[in-house]
T-cell receptor, first 111, second 115 residues
Framework: GIQVEQSPPDLILQEGANSTLRCNFS?????LQWFHQNPWGQLINLFY???GTKQNGRLSATTVATERYSLLYISSSQTTDSGVYFC?????????????FGSGTRLSIRP | NAGVTQTPKFQVLKTGQSMTLQCAQD?????MSWYRQDPGMGLRLIHY???????DQGEVPNGYNVSRSTTEDFPLRLLSAAPSQTSVYFC??????????????FGPGTRLTVT
């Protein structure tokens, strides 16, 4: 099946710093999503981005489907950005329409 | 809208016991799924459903059963609990994956411990 790899696995930054999180996938995908899991375990959808670039406030994401990767950018980090960031993909041409998650990037923002 | 609700929030089982984790959504979503999340890991797909009466296996289906008799409900059954099933279980729903720009909504999770 498709492999989804995220890097780095852990990231510790000072408040105000910028960060880039990466998601590589091993096969063509129908779509890709980015999620944030906060320290209380709640999962929030950030972007649905099978290709191209989207922005929402301090967050933006870019997916280059032909090169099989996606990037999540966080600018001017705040402590509330802490948590785990997951990317999830739906494999293309899959009759089963499964969504597969990466193992996540744990982001810690220090005040 | 309540969104995606899961019950119970916490559960402790003894090895060999069976139980059902409940999941319901009130957004008329076609697609529903169950994931488990083990410490320090991502979410792994257990089972999913693309509509009432249709279910299929995910990555880690062994030891779990599902059914989808209505659009709203998607219960997950543990047939004979094992310590390896200790995990946090998340239910999610979305519009059809064929729809295009969809958003997946997650429930708050059920923390299950099997002793």
């Amino acid at each position: 099946g498709i492999q989804v790899e995220q890097s780095p696995p852990d990231l510790i930054l000072q408040e105000g710093a910028n960060s880039t999180l990466r998601c590589n996938f091993s096969d063509s995908v129908n779509n890709l999503q980015w999620f944030h899991q906060n320290p209380w375990g709640q999962l929030i959808n950030l972007f649905y981005i099978p290709s191209g670039t989207k922005q929402n406030g301090r967050l933006s994401a870019t997916t280059v489907a032909t090169e099989r990767y996606s990037l999540l950018y966080i600018s001017s980090s705040q402590t509330t950005d802490s948590g785990v960031y997951f990317c999830a993909v739906e494999q293309e041409y899959s009759s089963a329409s499964k969504i597969i998650f990466g193992s996540g990037t744990r982001l810690s923002i220090r005040p | 809208n309540a969104g995606v609700t899961q019950t119970p929030k916490f559960q402790v089982l003894k090895t060999g016991q069976s139980m059902t984790l409940q999941c319901a959504q009130d957004m008329n979503h076609e697609y529903m799924s169950w994931y488990r999340q083990d410490p320090g890991m991502g979410l792994r797909l257990i089972h999913y459903s693309v509509g009432a009466g249709i279910t299929d296996q995910g990555e880690v289906p062994n030891g779990y059963n599902v059914s989808r008799s209505t659009t709203e409900d998607f219960p997950l059954r543990l047939l004979s609990a094992a310590p390896s099933q200790t995990s946090v279980y998340f239910c999610a729903s979305s519009y059809s994956l064929d729809r295009g720009d969809y958003e997946q909504y997650f429930g708050p999770g059920t923390r299950l411990t099997v002793t």
